[in-house]
């Protein structure tokens, strides 16, 4: 038990130390999980020959993964993407297992090892691809969701794949084992069973998992609910979730698959975001081990002496798979970033691919010698996967947005008013509607063309621009102006914007938006007139309704929003000198420190000042105005 339990930190210390510093780095969870595993296996040797069979239970994370995918989903939503899940995704997996195929034949390999080779480079990483979108917001754009479309085919593609390769066994490789192809010890519904009785087992698999989730799991989760243990529901959970992937086991089906055809089945479930909520923990735990576990089964040896050939084989199947993706983004019409984001995405190998070779080894179809290889093939690709992603975060996002903002040249002005607005997102399209909602002409510039296109669908006549260079300010009109509202999503621009405004036209009032109490110090120093902080009047409108939520009357509670207003305008100037004393701009110095502790303690006499409920009849009654 001692051993267990030192095995168990270990792992546990490596992900809690490699992990966030990852994530610090802007490297990502799934690069510190993978780097974790190299260090405490390989290089360090803290962990052996234990990191194969744990991997084989931390795959069930993928598993998981793939149930709380399907509940985001619904049979209508399937159904839609039909196109791209069948389409696309099998165009990829056939012409990437023919690529494979082609590629593995023409260095020497017999037809059936080099097919079996293209099958497994034709998958790749759901449980990377997947995690790195969620983390990274991408998995609702446009290449996201074309990227879950194919991984959900490969995934479904396993199936066919598993029943091909024992076919596909070497008479020479089965003589060498003195085992025979498909041999398998594990339990099975549908071993020795004639083809047509497989298919109504399986048939039959399938409607248990379906008609179960629509008319049993409710009874079964009201009936652990009205027992009011939380622990006995995340039991319930976990239970469902082992349950549906031994059954699909049994009929010889991918668990992943069946586990989220369950999660689409209980997609629509009242119960559904309390599954969620505790099957999320174990999801991300057993992921980060299997990602552990992959670093951690790297042999070195192998990697030393054939470290030449791996490395070639990694580059190429990332430049074939991305080479083939590249032209299906065309095909498809997947534009731009989200192109980008489809090919370098979807261009390693997969975890899967651990499992079909450890599967084609033991129905001698690949050697174990190149299985070894083919393994660290595998592996490498799936490290240099967190890697293609920093690609596309640093180059081809930035450069994309760049080139489509700087290759069109600012829109010819042709109109002046009064007021300009520079920024037209959340912030600024409020103003201007408020602006035209009483007849005030106003001039709106953005340097974000989708911005620009958002306002000019509801009929706010716009201009692409940067409103940070002068020339484009006076072809606006600046000199004549009376009002220059600064909203943009910049915080260096901004003070540009508002120290060359009142620089060169001091007459010009500016109104300037702030990202935080630093950003609206510095706007003062630029030469705002009057800076309103993005987040602070939604926050206390927040605030007040969190007090009346706990029971404080609501007149209260909007008393106490103005006391806490009227309290941070008696303090501005004190806590503006002191900030201006600070050395960095933006900090806390040993006054500005002891002013904040004094405006909390000002704020908090303010609250407590005595108050009377109003009695009913002294509350004011709305009543409607009378139609004449």
């Excluded at 993928?62 to 049979?75: A, I, K, Q, R, T």
């Excluded at 006391?563 to 500005?592: K, M, T």
Aim: with cysteine; charged share 15%.
């Amino acid at each position: 038990m001692t051993a267990y339990f030192i095995q168990a930190f270990i792992y546990l210390a490596a992900a809690v130390i490699a992990v966030p510093l990852a994530k610090r780095l802007g490297l990502g969870s799934v690069l510190g999980y993978l780097v974790a595993g190299v260090v405490i296996g390989p290089i360090t040797g803290l962990v052996g020959q234990e990191a194969t069979t744990i991997q084989h239970f931390a795959e069930f994370g993928v598993v998981m993964m793939l149930f709380l995918v399907g509940m985001e989903l619904d049979p209508k939503a399937l159904w839609a993407m039909r196109v791209r899940l069948v389409g696309l995704g099998g165009l990829q997996v056939v012409l990437t297992a023919a690529a494979g195929t082609a590629v593995a034949w023409w260095l020497g390999l017999q037809w059936q090892t080099a097919l079996t080779v293209g099958l497994i480079f034709a998958l790749s990483s759901t449980a990377i691809v997947l995690q790195t979108l969620n983390e990274k917001g991408l998995a609702k754009t446009e290449g996201g969701r074309s990227a879950f479309s194919v991984l959900l085919f490969q995934d479904i593609a396993v199936i066919p794949m598993l029943a091909l390769i024992p076919l596909l066994a070497l008479p020479e490789l089965m003589a060498a084992s003195g085992t025979e192809a498909g041999h398998d010890s594990g339990l099975s519904l549908v071993a020795h069973l004639p083809a047509w009785a497989h298919g109504l087992v399986v048939i039959g698999a399938i409607a248990v998992v379906i008609v179960g989730g629509f008319y049993l799991s409710r009874p079964m989760f009201r009936y652990v609910v009205q027992s009011g243990l939380r622990e006995v529901f995340t039991a319930m959970a976990l239970m469902l979730v082992i349950g549906i992937a031994a059954l699909m086991s049994l009929v010889n089906l991918s668990p992943a698959l069946g586990a989220f055809l369950a999660g689409v089945v209980l997609a629509n479930s009242e119960f559904r975001h309390e599954l969620e909520a505790n099957i999320e923990p174990f999801k991300g735990l057993l992921l980060g081990l299997f990602f552990i576990t992959v670093g951690a089964g790297i042999n070195f040896d192998v990697l030393v002496a054939e470290w030449g050939t791996i490395v070639s084989l990694g580059v190429a199947v990332i430049v074939v798979k991305a080479l083939i993706l590249l032209a299906l983004a065309l095909l498809f019409r997947i534009h731009g970033s989200n192109g980008w984001l489809f090919t370098l995405g979807l261009a390693q190998a997969g975890e899967f691919g651990f499992v079909l070779l450890t599967y084609s080894v033991q129905n001698a179809v690949i050697p174990v010698d190149i299985s070894q290889v083919l393994s660290l093939v595998v592996a490498l690709s799936m490290f240099l996967t967190p890697v293609l992603f920093i690609v596309y975060d640093r180059v081809v996002l930035p450069r994309y947005r760049r080139s489509k903002n700087d290759e069109r040249q600012a829109d010819t002005i042709d109109e002046r008013a009064p007021v300009i607005v520079a920024g037209v997102g959340r912030f600024g399209q409020i103003v201007c509607r408020l602006l035209r909602a009483n007849n005030i002409p106003i001039v709106v510039l953005d340097h974000e063309i989708e911005q620009i296109e958002n306002v000019r669908r509801i009929n706010i006549k716009s201009f692409f621009g940067d409103a940070s260079r002068p020339e484009l300010l006076e072809t606006a009109g600046i000199e004549e102006a009376r009002l220059l509202v600064v909203a943009i999503d910049d915080r260096d621009r901004t003070v540009r914007i508002v120290e060359h405004v009142k620089k060169f036209y001091p007459g010009v009032w500016v109104l300037a938006r702030a990202f935080d109490r630093g950003h609206s110090y510095q706007l003062r120093v630029a030469g705002a007139d009057d800076v309103v902080s993005e987040t602070y009047h939604s926050a206390l409108e927040l605030g007040g309704h969190a007090l009346t939520a706990m029971g404080v009357h609501p007149l209260r509670a909007k008393q106490m929003t103005w006391a806490f207003v009227e309290n941070e305008e008696a303090h501005e100037d004190e806590l503006f000198e002191a900030w201006q004393e600070i050395e960095e701009g933006i900090g806390f110095s040993p006054r500005y420190g002891e002013l904040f502790m004094k405006l909390e303690e000002a704020l908090n006499s303010a609250m407590q000042k005595d108050w009377e409920e109003p009695k009913k009849e002294d509350v004011p009654i709305w009543t409607p105005p009378v139609e004449h």
